[in-house]
C-alpha cells in the first residue's frame, strides 16, 4: 500500500508537468524483501532486496521508470540504471508508535523490560544505549502487517517506524513519539523517494528530471557517499544526519557496535554553494553515488559527495572498520 502511495505521488507530479502525456502503473510487484518476512533484513544479506525484480522490468523494457525508497536503494547501482530523480525529502526521523495502552508515553516513560520492535539494527543499537531499561526485538512485515501485530497482540509495548511512511500513509496521529537525530541519527537516504531509470534512456531521464529537490539531492548524495565509503548496508549499524544552510552543508556520520556500546560519531561540513552551469555535454550525466542529477551544479554534487567520503575516512581513520566488522561478525553469527 505504502509502495502504491509513492508511486501514485510521483505520477501525479508528472502528469501535471506533462498534462499531454499518458501514465500507467502497470505492474505491482513483490520483491525478495517482501517475500522473506520470517528473517531479520540484516541477516538475508542480499544488498538489492528491493529493487532486484523491479529493475529486471527496467531492463526488459517492461516498465520505464520505478519509484523507490531511496533508503532502500543500494550505494553501487547495477550498470545500465542511474537515479533519475530524488524528490522532495519529507521528514527522515524515526518515529515511535505506542501500543493503545501506552498512549501517551514516551520511550523513557516505559516499564523495565518493555519490548520494542524493530527490524533496523541502526535502530536498536542507538537506542540500547540510551534505554537500557528496554528490550528490542525483530518485526518484519508491511507497515498495515506491523501495526496490526502491535494493536493486536500484547508482545511489543511501542515499535520504531519511519514517520515519512506513518505521514504518507495519512497514519500521522499514530506517531507517539518523534526521535530527533540527538536521540537516534536516521538511515541513509530516509524520508526521500528516488525514480530510477535507465542510464541510457534521455528522455526518460529528462522528464524525471524535473523532479529533483537540489536540497535533497545534495543531503543525499553525502549521506550515500559516505555508506559507500563505510561498506554499510543493513547488516550493521550505520546512521547519519544532514542539512543544508546558508550554502554550507553539515553531515553527523556514526558506526555503532550491535548493542550500542562501542560508538564513533563526528560532523564534518562544506560549502556547496556553486552556480548552476548550463554546460551541454558528456558532464550532463555524470552520476554521483548512483544519481544523476541534471539541475543541480555539478561541483556542488562533487562537493557533497566529498564530504561524504571525507567524513566516512575520518570515522575509518579512528577504527570504525574494527566497530564494523565485530558488528557484521556478530550479526551473522546470531
Known amino acids: 500500500q505504502l509502495a502504491r502511495i509513492q508511486t501514485d505521488s510521483v505520477v501525479e507530479m508528472l502528469r501535471e508537468l506533462h498534462p499531454d502525456l499518458h501514465f500507467e502503473i502497470a505492474v505491482a510487484m513483490s520483491t525478495t524483501g517482501d517475500k522473506i518476512l520470517d528473517t531479520a533484513l540484516s541477516k538475508i544479506g542480499e544488498k538489492s532486496l528491493f529493487t532486484k525484480e523491479l529493475e529486471n522490468a527496467l531492463e526488459r523494457n517492461e516498465v520505464d521508470l520505478v519509484v523507490h525508497s531511496l533508503k532502500d536503494l543500494p550505494t553501487s547501482l547495477p550498470p545500465g540504471f542511474t537515479i533519475g530523480a530524488v524528490c522532495k525529502r519529507e521528514s527522515p526521523l524515526d518515529a515511535v508508535v505506542f501500543h493503545p495502552k501506552n498512549f501517551g508515553k514516551t520511550l523513557g516513560l516505559l516499564p523495565e523490560k518493555s519490548v520494542i520492535g524493530t527490524s533496523s539494527l541502526r535502530r536498536a543499537a542507538q537506542l540500547k544505549k540510551k534505554f537500557p531499561h528496554l528490550e528490542f526485538r525483530d518485526i518484519r512485515g508491511n507497515l498495515n502487517t506491523r501495526l496490526k501485530k502491535l494493536d493486536e497482540k500484547d508482545e511489543f509495548s511501542a515499535i520504531i517506524l519511519a514517520a515519512a511512511g506513518l505521514k504518507r500513509m495519512g497514519w500521522e496521529n499514530r506517531i507517539g513519539q518523534l526521535l530527533s537525530p540527538e536521540d537516534c541519527l536516521y538511515a541513509v537516504g530516509q524520508g526521500a523517494l528516488a525514480v530510477e531509470v535507465r542510464a541510457k534512456d534521455q528522455e526518460i531521464l529528462n522528464m524525471v528530471s524535473a ?15 559516505f555508506m559507500k565509503r ?11 544526519s544532514s542539512m543544508l544552510k546558508d550554502g554550507q552543508l553539515y553531515l553527523t556520520g556514526a558506526v555503532y557496535s550491535l548493542d550500542g556500546s562501542d560508538s564513533l560519531k563526528e560532523t564534518m561540513q562544506t560549502s556547496v554553494n556553486y552556480p548552476q552551469q548550463n554546460e551541454d555535454g558528456p558532464n550532463d550525466d555524470v552520476q554521483h553515488v548512483g544519481i544523476t542529477a541534471r539541475n543541480v551544479a555539478g561541483q556542488a554534487q562533487e562537493a557533497a559527495e566529498n564530504l561524504g567520503v571525507e567524513l566516512a575516512s575520518l570515522l575509518l581513520s579512528k577504527g570504525a572498520k574494527h566497530i564494523l566488522s565485530v558488528a557484521r561478525q556478530l550479526n551473522d553469527a546470531c
Open 211 to 225: 523532479l529533483h529537490d537540489g536540497e535533497t539531492v545534495l543531503c543525499c548524495i553525502a549521506e550515500r557517499a
Open 230 to 240: 563505510l561498506e554499510g548496508g543493513c547488516s550493521v549499524p550505520v546512521a547519519v
